[in-house]
């Protein structure tokens, strides 16, 4: 059974950039969700997809979007980077009778 | 709201058993989670309980839930210095999504 993976590892953007991050979920599952965790902070989340269309959204501005592709791996873009978007990007998956999510290692984001 | 707190820091001596204590607010809780983190890494499921359950255990691991009191605790017995990490909180009520508490850094020394 292949675990939740995301890409790039690390990513270093300026003010204004957009970015995209990549998530390829567990096998077997059909729900993927975004976390954003700031420094010395919980995941905060941004919002969840289920297959292929979004399932709830928290409390994050609409430069925030995602994507789900047919074999449900996952995509995060940001547009118009702010400094405070600097965090590790966590993606989790799960899907079918198990309550649990699966996350992934993460994407640390840096924004000078 | 959807609030949920958790001590910042614990420290123990190897051996001992650690308890690592959260609180919420969300009365409509079905899931509640704990996760560890260790530096740089993603979050690793330890354990979770079902909010009609009073208490789960598992290995060295046991998770008490006191639902009308809104408190989730998770005991670690024969703390090893490879439990040092942190420890995060975590539940679920009617939508999907988790709620994370600001993790608690368990450091276990010799």
């Known amino acids: 059974e292949t675990g939740v993976t995301q890409s790039p590892t690390h990513l270093i953007k300026t003010r204004g950039q957009q970015v995209t991050l990549r998530c390829s979920s567990q096998s077997g599952h059909n729900t993927v969700s975004w976390y954003q965790q700031a420094l010395g902070q919980g995941p905060q989340f941004i919002f969840q997809?289920?297959?292929?269309?979004?399932?709830g959204r928290g409390n994050f501005p609409p430069r925030f979007s995602g994507l789900q592709f047919p074999n449900y791996s996952s995509e995060l873009n940001v547009n118009a980077l702010e400094l405070d978007d600097s965090a590790l990007y966590l993606c989790a998956s799960s899907g079918g009778l198990d309550p649990t999510q699966y996350f992934g290692p993460g994407t640390r984001l840096t924004v000078l | 709201g959807e609030d949920v707190e958790q001590s910042l820091f614990l420290s123990v001596r190897e051996g001992d058993s650690s308890v690592i204590n959260c609180t919420y607010t969300?009365?409509?809780?079905?899931?509640l989670y704990w996760y560890k983190q260790e530096p740089g890494a993603g979050l690793q499921l330890l354990t979770y309980?079902?909010?009609?359950?009073d208490m789960k255990q598992d290995q060295r691991l046991t998770v008490l839930l006191n639902k009308k009191d809104k408190h989730l605790s998770l005991r670690i017995a024969d703390t090893q210095t490879g439990d040092s990490a942190i420890y995060f909180c975590a539940e679920k009520g009617s939508t999907d999504k988790l709620i994370f508490g600001t993790g608690t850094r368990l450091q276990v020394f010799p």
């Open positions: 997809y289920y297959r292929e269309e979004e399932n």
């Open positions: 969300d009365s409509s809780s079905t899931y």
């Open positions: 309980i079902f909010s009609n359950m």
